[in-house]
């Protein structure tokens, strides 16, 4: 299945978890890719990784809370790719505290990486996408926008404004040709959610030390075999940029097992 040959993406997030499987995914099918993440460190995991299909992967610096750095990662991207045509914003960080101790620095923290940083890589990335071809932009949201998870407070609010964002947008470019969706992970097992992610986007310090358990009890997937891997978030991803998700705009797919029926 080449549904990407030809076709040139840029990932956020892309040197760890979620962001990278869906860099690779992308890669099998054909695409030209440029990963994007903080992390040198976890860009070059994305590259050996890639193995012989690393010759359609390019790596950039970028920073999503930073606009100059936005500005120029994205500039990059469209001048390595030669245009581009599909954008997929997976960078974000995972906080977990509880509320009245979150200082508000770190509050503002989580919005400025997940919810404005996705808007600066959307904002710089639209003339370009303008001019793709079958141009569809993914975004993460998660189902902590529409479902109660303790201590994640924040970052249950970048998500839910991204969620939001997402149908906007959708409104606004539909005339354009444009795109835009979102994915709602869910009992996913990645580098946000286990603390293991080489990208400083893309990694969570855990809950709190004293956090009640039992306040979870209702967060596990219900097909019963555990928390997914973050490939299985990429072929979601991988639908809704391609053409076979072409009919598909405005709206979010959750990807939790059914952990939220």
């Known amino acids: 299945m080449n549904r990407y040959e030809g076709r040139r993406v840029l990932v956020t997030g892309g040197g760890s978890g ?10 099998a099918e054909g695409g ?3 990963a994007a993440d903080v992390s040198e460190a976890g860009l070059k995991d994305t590259v050996d990784r890639a193995g012989d299909l690393a010759e359609r992967l390019t790596t950039v610096f970028l920073d999503v809370s930073d ?3 936005v500005r120029t990662g994205v500039g990059i991207a469209v001048e390595a790719l030669g245009g581009l ?3 997929v914003n997976a960078a974000g960080i995972l906080r977990s505290s509880h509320t009245e101790r979150t200082a508000l620095a770190d509050f503002e923290r989580v ?3 997940n919810l404005v940083g996705t808007f600066l890589v959307i904002r710089e990335a639209l003339p370009e996408l303008k001019r793709g071809n079958g ?3 993914v975004n993460f949201s998660s189902t902590s926008a529409a ?4 201590y994640m407070a924040a970052y249950a609010a970048s998500k839910g404004g991204i969620q939001s964002m997402t149908h906007a947008l959708a409104s606004e470019f ?3 040709g444009i795109r835009f969706t979102a994915v709602q992970p869910g009992s996913i097992s990645s580098g946000m959610t286990d603390g293991s992610g080489a990208s400083g986007q893309s990694r969570g310090p855990g809950l709190p030390d004293d956090a009640d358990m039992a306040l979870f009890a209702k967060l596990g997937p219900a097909l019963g075999q555990g928390f997914a891997g973050p490939e299985t978030v990429a072929s979601v991803v991988a639908m809704l940029a391609s053409d076979d998700g072409a009919f598909i705009t405005g709206t979010e797919v959750r990807v939790d097992g059914g952990t939220h029926f």
């Open 111 to 113: 919005l400025r990486v």
């Open 67 to 69: 606009e100059d750095s």
């Open 85 to 87: 045509d599909a954008l």
């Open 135 to 137: 141009p569809a932009v």
């Open 147 to 150: 479902f109660a998870h303790p």
């Open 174 to 176: 539909a005339g354009a």
């Open 32 to 34: 030209s890719v440029v």
């Open 18 to 27: 979620i962001g990278q499987a869906t860099v690779l995914r992308m890669l």
